[in-house]
């Protein structure tokens, strides 16, 4: 079945620096990805829909400039979280439909935990 | 405001009981709805998709039962085991290529 790889699982990193998170489709294309947040004891929000070769498509309340999204290819997108603050920490996740019906089910990385120190 | 909701939040049961969890979501023109495990720091895995169209969908154990005028699902657990201990998500898509929205979860407990 169609499998969707997110990477790294876990980072740590300081106050005021970037990280990247790539999220790519292993056996499929996908036009579409989407990124996903989730708080402790929360829902999953969604961020942004990332659309191969054309820009991102942000939800209300989420920085486009803090939260870039690149989807160069069919089978990559990256999120970056720049300039991470301590409420940035949360668990990041991706997702891409494995065709393009909407019948078919949206697969889901293993997500990324983010800390901020 | 489309929204999803999961009830209870958290369900503890003994190994071998059928038990039932809740979705409920606004606004009745779906496209489909999903239902999903999450283990504790992981991803999602996907269970069970039920197309607009459809009434419920079954694998294994797990049957999946949609009532769009109701707007509400349920996801049937039989005879439960101890590995079925996990956060149960319903999500619902209502519009076409479009993303899912949601619930808060069941967090359910299957004690040997």
């Known amino acids: 079945g169609a499998v969707v790889s997110q990477h790294p699982s876990r980072v740590i990193c300081k106050s005021g620096t970037s990280v990247k998170i790539e999220c790519r489709s292993l056996?499929?294309?996908?036009?579409?990805m989407f990124w996903y947040r989730q708080f402790p004891k929360q829902s999953l929000m969604l961020m942004a829909t990332?659309?191969?070769?054309?820009?991102?498509?942000?939800e209300q309340g989420v920085e486009k400039d803090k939260f870039l999204i690149n989807h160069a290819s069919l089978t990559l997108s990256t999120l970056t979280v720049t300039s991470a603050h301590p409420e940035d920490s949360s668990f990041y996740i991706c997702s891409a439909r494995g065709e393009s019906s909407y019948n078919s089910p949206l697969h889901f990385g293993n997500g990324t935990r983010l800390t901020v120190t | 405001k489309q929204e999803v909701t999961q009830i209870p939040a958290a369900l503890s049961v003994p190994e071998g009981e059928n038990l039932v969890l809740n979705c409920s979501f606004t606004d009745s023109a779906i496209y489909n709805l999903q239902w999903f495990r999450q283990d504790p720091g992981k991803g999602l895995t996907s269970l069970l998709l039920?197309?607009?169209?459809?009434r419920e969908q079954t694998s294994g154990r797990l049957n999946a039962s949609l009532d769009k005028s109701s707007g509400r699902s349920t996801l049937y657990i039989a005879a439960s085991q101890p590995g079925d201990s996990a956060t149960y998500l319903c999500a619902v898509e209502w519009r076409s290529q479009g993303n899912l929205i949601f619930g808060k979860g069941t967090k359910l407990s299957v004690k040997p």
């Open positions: 039920i197309q607009s169209s459809q």
């Open positions: 990332s659309n191969e070769g054309s820009k991102a498509t942000y």
């Open positions: 056996d499929f294309q996908a036009t579409t």
